[in-house]
């Protein structure tokens, strides 16, 4: 059964905490992600917000934007769901937590989970630094992986690759740098021998 929350609809915040606790318990849910003037009336800059749209990111996003609108950064967009459309079939994998929940809107922390499709031997990691967070990185333990296994690691902000055994990823931890407060990584994994 879909849900779609309306609570904080376009929050990002409010988004990573329903995507978090979604995730735990019900495999498929949506929302919808906005740029310019959105569905409610608010507005926002014609730029694309990364922070914001990698919040919304779940099993079904309903992009609400105005396609008529000339002005609104469409090559940002695309790259954004071309991102989206990489990492989704890693939302029906098993979910991980990489931090506590966090049961308010609070902007001094960071926020990470991790998909994992041991199957296929591949997953994602969404990572968030809030606006206030005054950590530039972040170690973060794998779960589920092989750790006879090697990995190839993919950021989608970062043009190397990084290659670590499961052993190394499960005990040491990846380290995610977010050098910008209000910042979101999105990492891909993929097993590889």
């Not at 919304?56 to 769901?81: G, I, P």
């Not at 609070?106 to 990572?127: C, F, H, M, S, Y």
């Not at 990084?162 to 052993?167: A, F, N």
């Amino acid at each position: 059964m879909p849900f779609v929350r309306s609570d904080h609809l376009f929050e990002p915040r409010s988004q990573q905490s329903h995507n978090y606790g979604f995730s735990l318990w019900v495999p498929y849910h949506g929302t919808g992600t906005h740029v310019g003037k959105s569905a409610i009336g608010q507005h926002s800059t014609k730029a694309v917000d990364v922070f914001a749209f990698r919040s919304h990111m779940s099993c079904t996003v309903t992009a609400c934007w105005d396609m008529r609108d000339k002005e609104l950064d469409y090559d940002t967009l695309r790259k954004l769901s071309g991102q989206l459309m990489k990492t989704a079939p890693n939302f029906i994998g098993d979910f991980y937590p990489l931090t506590p929940y966090v049961t308010e809107i609070v902007t001094d922390v960071w926020l990470a989970w991790q998909w994992d499709r041991p199957e296929e031997g591949k997953g994602a990691i969404q990572a968030f630094r809030r606006s206030d967070d005054i950590d530039v990185q972040k170690r973060f333990r794998l779960r589920g992986l092989d750790p006879k296994g090697v990995y190839r690691i993919d950021n989608a902000d970062d043009d190397d690759d990084i290659v670590r055994t499961g052993e190394e990823l499960r005990t040491r931890g990846l380290l995610i740098k977010l050098p910008e407060p209000r910042s979101a990584a999105l990492i891909w994994y993929e097993k590889i021998n």
